[in-house]
């Protein structure tokens, strides 16, 4: 463990320590319909994250007294698997996990078409099987790609990323070193035109910090954006007459 | 069904109200109600704070104990922050463990205390590694009437303000008062349409699209955010409600924290 005291060198040479540039992601890939059961899927890497994401839906709701006579609920349950961190977690939803899972199902929930559906639930899971900070964006971009795939009426896709401070430098997508002892953490989601649905921040920001930060993560999600369009066209694009497509795994890296 | 029908007419209501600049109790858009703290009710608890915020009414105690420090941090205090959202503060709250509206609540109002270093968490400690003090904010709503977030914040500082660390009953020398370095102060707005409405009643905010809570710090930073309920919000928006978060927190800390 890095002692307390002890000033860590985020940067050298302008690069942080993994030689990214401050406004730089980290790789992403992703792979669509992953799963055989589900009717959505999507796995996907940032950096050292690596979650999947399925959606079962619409379908009936249980309880039933849960069922909304105007829409379809969603539900969104996000879980981290007790190896996916340093110390092992303990299984089962904690405090946290169910923050994370109510503010992102509200960063989904406005572009799914609800109301085409009464009385059912769209069910998002997200499993996280290993964690290095940035793993509630990396679930929403997951789900956002899996409700595309099990063809959920949609108006756009919505992507997520983060900004966060470091050294008194506002960074791009922090990873898990950058995310502890740094200052400042901003996870959002917006959809292609930049309407935000999910934003929360902790640290310490003035104003004009929060404005860089949250420049700098829309610019990542727009990048974001791009690389979920690709690998859904690249993997709906062949379909044959037939509805099914090729077995081929479409993956995008940056 | 009665409910949704019912949300759709008041929503039409207080839209039509909000297109004339008006609220249906009369307030500015930036307006808050009328907020009344009360310090050192609860003589069993540490600290203790009761907000009223409108109709809304929180009360907030401090429980402060010795305990064990979390291995990664052993010469570091504990905060916990828990929220009960117990039935009789209104007719949708139900019994049971707290639900996810109660668990955010706790834990934007935990972020305020916490991201703000408003607690040095150092300064609680006994015996590194073995012993630190252990500090439990609850939150405990009594009435609901919109703008739990805000209330509880503020209930949850004001508690800690007034909190003694009691050492002597523990045989860890004299009580004394709980340090308190910074004044954080959370304020909400909704969005309706195209305005921003701050510290929302119940109706209001079960009409809006979005709300965000904005956490300042007594200089004037930011130090916790949350934007909750499913709805779009433009970066424009977010910024005009943190000018405007500013102001109102600085006038509620000048107002009712200042020692």
């Known amino acids: ?254 | 069904m009665s409910d949704v029908v019912m949300a759709e007419i008041r929503k039409d209501y207080l839209y039509h109200l909000m297109l004339k600049g008006e609220r249906a109790d009369g307030r500015a858009f930036d307006e808050y109600r009328e907020i009344s703290l009360e310090t050192g009710l609860i003589r069993k608890a540490d600290g203790s704070a009761l907000v009223r915020l409108g109709k809304t009414t929180v009360m907030v105690g401090v429980k402060i104990q010795p305990g064990e420090p979390f291995s990664d941090t052993p010469n570091k205090g504990v905060i916990i922050t828990n929220a009960e959202l117990v039935p009789l503060a209104s007719p949708s709250f139900e019994p049971g463990p707290p639900n996810e509206v109660g668990i955010e609540l706790a834990r934007v109002v935990d972020r305020g205390v916490r991201e703000s270093g408003a607690i040095d968490l150092e300064s609680l400690c006994i015996t590194p590694g073995e012993k630190v003090w252990i500090v439990f904010i609850d939150v405990h709503i009594l009435d609901d009437c919109g703008n739990l977030m805000d209330a509880s914040s503020l209930g949850a500082i004001a508690a800690l303000m007034t909190a003694t660390v009691p050492a002597a009953q523990y045989a860890l020398g004299e009580d004394y008062p709980l340090p308190v370095k910074d004044v954080p102060v959370a304020t909400t707005a909704v969005e309706f349409g195209d305005s921003v409405i701050f510290d929302p009643d119940t109706d209001e905010e079960s009409v809006a699209d979005t709300k965000l809570t904005v956490i300042t710090t007594a200089d004037g930073s930011i130090c916790g955010m949350q934007k909750s309920r499913p709805g779009f919000i433009s970066q424009d928006q977010i910024y005009r409600i943190v000018d405007i978060a500013c102001e109102r927190a600085k006038e509620i800390r000048e107002k009712f924290l200042e020692v």
Not at chain 1, 105 to 124: G, K, N, Q
Not at chain 1, 139 to 160: E, H, Q, T
């Open chain 1, 1 to 254: 463990m890095i002692g307390m005291d002890e000033k860590l060198s985020f940067f050298k040479d302008g690069l942080r320590l993994d030689g990214r540039l401050p406004d730089e992601l980290r790789p992403i890939k992703v792979e669509v319909g992953v799963l055989a059961r589900a009717d959505g899927s999507c796995y996907m890497e940032m950096g050292e994250n690596k979650v999947i994401a399925a959606v079962y839906g619409p379908r009936e709701v249980h309880p039933r007294h849960l069922q909304e006579v105007t829409r379809a609920i969603v539900r969104y349950r996000y879980n981290m698997a007790s190896f996916s961190v340093e110390e092992r977690k303990r299984p089962g939803p904690d405090r946290r996990s169910y923050e994370v899972s109510k503010v992102s199902r509200e960063a989904l929930e406005p572009v799914i078409l609800t109301s085409y559906f009464p009385r059912s639930v769209v069910d998002v899971f997200v499993e996280v099987l290993q964690a290095d900070a940035g793993t509630r964006t990396a679930g929403i971009n997951a789900a956002s790609v899996a409700l595309a795939d099990a063809g959920i009426p949609m108006r756009s896709l919505i992507s997520s990323c983060a900004a966060g401070k470091v050294d008194g430098e506002i960074v791009l997508d922090p990873m898990k070193l950058e995310d502890n002892f740094g200052e400042a953490d901003v996870p959002i989601a917006m959809n292609p035109s930049g309407e935000i649905t999910l934003l929360q921040m902790d640290g310490r920001l003035s104003k004009e910090e929060l404005q860089r930060a949250l420049e700098l993560a829309k610019a990542g999600c727009q990048q974001i954006y791009e690389i979920q369009r690709k690998v859904l066209i690249d993997r709906y694009s062949h379909m044959d007459d037939m509805g099914s497509c090729d077995e081929v795994v479409a993956e995008e890296e940056i």
